[in-house]
């Protein structure tokens, strides 16, 4: 009877409600018998942005100006999508990019606007100070708080690995100072549990021999005067400096290509987005991978969606992103499940048509998928206000309860980006044909066989909706529809 349905979902929707409360007061507990939750670790990556003639200098020398900056540019590409995997192990971690630029650009917003539009608006910028390494270094640190674990790496790095990454920070735990050591007798990473400046300064009237052989070594030695505990017990790595180091460079390529032969087919169901569809699609092309498709569903549009897919797919649907754009009758459900007929894709990832995914967002969904503990996953909520329809506490009280909703209680929503593997989408039975909600439906279904994963990092939506109706009255509409 319908009234048994009524009760039973006001009774999930209270269950909800405690297991929320419940949820709050243990991690409450836990801040309070552990290390505070609010001091999150941090990686800080010092690069440059890669101009011809500014960067890897020796190298060349070698191999000329334009060849090195375009390496420059994929070993930072590369040790950002590393440092973004460490967001899968911990995902507690912040990553600060410490960048420099040429003495030709002193517009300090418009340099970071340049690395956000390179590298991705998720990362934290930071521009160097003038001076030698031992100023950056000292920069990258000087803002640590006692008790925060700090790691600072550089971009030439290659064979670095999310498990290294992850070494370095749980040696920090019984170690004041960990340092990864360089095959040429310097070190490519270190970190500590507070600020030692003498690390970068030196003690007893002896600087540090920066560009040496003795780096490391004079580290160690720093180390035994301040009476520290240090942890060396990382694997030995070679930086990218010489032509001949650039082998090293090419087994980090292959071993990059090769890390996962999953293809991630992005189901797109559009109809009438005209004015977001190509951001979104856009933020797809931007991923590095060879193994995505993109598969763009229009449920009869009346505006010039299709045009746009149609633009982008002559300019991106190339070999390396194969688009194919179809027609279906109108229901998301009804376009998602069509989509997901017509790929090819191990992997299904569900991006609504004003929704941009994040930079790197195949790095989480593969390692995601590849995890036997889950069963879906999304990214976090976040609202891309482009229509200044909501205030700022708005804004982030939304965001925050919508992010509690899917991190505690597995109920991420469609914004969010759903992702999950092809036979668990099979197995639950595609999306149910519903008008409003269907993703909410299709996840707790999903989630009867293994839990629900939200990666640390967001895929921004636009806020239109909340221009139409209001914050007040999309959340209650939004309840109104579970009950």
């Known amino acids: 009877p319908q009234s048994i349905m009524w009760i039973m979902s006001i009774l999930e929707v209270i269950l909800e409600t405690l297991y929320i409360v419940y949820a709050?007061?243990?991690?409450?507990?836990?801040?309070?018998?552990?290390?505070?939750?609010?001091?999150?670790?941090?990686?800080?990556?010092i690069t440059r942005f890669p101009e011809p003639g500014r960067c890897k200098t020796r190298l060349a020398a070698a191999i000329g100006n334009n060849e090195a900056a375009h390496l420059q540019k994929q070993m930072t590409e590369l040790t950002c999508r590393t440092s973004r995997r460490l967001q899968l192990r911990r995902n507690t971690v912040d990553i600060d990019v410490l960048y420099q630029f040429s003495e030709a650009h002193h517009d300090d917003e418009k340099q970071k606007r340049m690395m956000m539009e390179w590298l991705g608006e998720d990362l934290i910028y930071t521009r160097q100070k003038e001076g030698d390494l031992t100023v950056k270094l000292l920069?990258?640190?000087?803002?640590?708080?006692?008790?925060?674990?700090?790691?600072?790496?550089?971009?030439?790095?290659?064979?670095?690995?999310?498990?290294?990454?992850?070494?370095a920070f749980e040696l920090l735990k019984t170690h004041d100072v960990v340092v990864g050591r360089a095959s040429d007798g310097g070190y490519y990473l270190i970190g500590t549990t507070h600020y030692i400046p003498e690390l970068f300064t030196g003690v007893a009237g002896k600087a540090i021999?920066?560009?040496?052989?003795?780096?490391?070594?004079?580290?160690?030695?720093?180390?035994?005067?301040?009476?520290?505990?240090?942890?060396?017990?990382?694997?030995?790595?070679?930086?990218?400096?010489?032509?001949?180091?650039?082998?090293?460079?090419?087994?980090?390529?292959?071993?990059?290509?090769?890390?996962?032969?999953?293809?991630?087919?992005?189901?797109?169901?559009?109809?009438?987005?005209e004015a977001h569809i190509a951001k979104a699609l856009r933020s797809i092309a931007r991923s590095p991978s060879h193994l995505l498709e993109?598969?763009?569903?229009?449920?009869?549009?009346?505006?010039?969606?299709?045009?746009?897919?149609?633009?982008?797919?002559?300019?991106?649907?190339?070999?390396?992103?194969?688009?194919?754009?179809?027609?279906?009758?109108?229901?998301?459900?009804i376009q998602q499940n069509f989509g997901a007929e017509q790929?090819?894709?191990?992997?299904?990832?569900?991006?609504?048509?004003?929704?941009?995914?994040?930079?790197?967002?195949?790095?989480?969904?593969?390692?995601?998928?590849?995890?036997?503990?889950?069963?879906?996953?999304?990214?976090?909520?976040?609202?891309?206000?482009?229509?200044?329809?909501?205030?700022?506490?708005?804004?982030?009280?939304?965001?925050?309860?919508?992010?509690?909703?899917?991190?505690?209680l597995g109920l991420p929503y469609g914004d969010q980006c759903l992702f999950m593997k092809r036979s668990a989408f099979q197995n639950?039975?595609?999306?149910?044909?519903?008008?409003?909600?269907e993703d909410y439906v299709f996840v707790k279904t999903l989630r009867r066989?293994?839990?629900?994963?939200?990666?640390?990092?967001?895929?921004?939506?636009?806020?239109?909706?909340?221009?139409?109706?209001?914050?007040?009255?999309?959340?209650?509409?939004?309840?109104?529809?579970?009950w």
């Open 24 to 45: 709050i007061g243990r991690f409450l507990v836990r801040s309070l018998t552990t290390r505070s939750p609010f001091q999150p670790d941090h990686l800080c990556i």
């Open 139 to 167: 920069q990258a640190f000087h803002r640590q708080k006692k008790g925060e674990r700090t790691v600072v790496i550089g971009s030439d790095i290659p064979s670095i690995s999310p498990e290294i990454l992850d070494r």
């Open 209 to 273: 021999p920066w560009s040496t052989d003795r780096v490391f070594q004079a580290t160690m030695d720093v180390c035994k005067a301040l009476k520290l505990s240090v942890a060396t017990d990382l694997p030995v790595l070679s930086d990218i400096d010489t032509k001949e180091d650039l082998k090293t460079w090419d087994e980090a390529l292959r071993l990059e290509r090769n890390r996962d032969q999953s293809r991630i087919s992005v189901i797109v169901p559009v109809l009438n987005e």
């Open 294 to 333: 993109i598969v763009a569903v229009d449920g009869g549009s009346k505006d010039g969606t299709m045009k746009v897919m149609q633009q982008f797919s002559k300019r991106h649907g190339n070999e390396r992103i194969p688009t194919t754009l179809l027609t279906s009758p109108k229901g998301r459900a």
């Open 343 to 408: 790929s090819i894709g191990e992997i299904l990832v569900f991006l609504h048509g004003d929704t941009v995914l994040p930079p790197d967002f195949d790095i989480y969904v593969r390692d995601a998928c590849q995890s036997d503990r889950f069963i879906v996953g999304s990214f976090m909520f976040e609202i891309e206000d482009d229509h200044h329809a909501l205030t700022p506490w708005g804004k982030k009280l939304t965001e925050f309860v919508t992010n509690l909703r899917a991190r505690f």
């Open 428 to 437: 639950a039975g595609g999306f149910p044909n519903l008008p409003f909600m």
């Open 449 to 482: 066989n293994g839990l629900v994963y939200v990666a640390p990092i967001s895929a921004p939506t636009s806020g239109r909706r909340w221009k139409d109706l209001g914050l007040i009255k999309t959340c209650l509409l939004n309840q109104f529809i579970i």
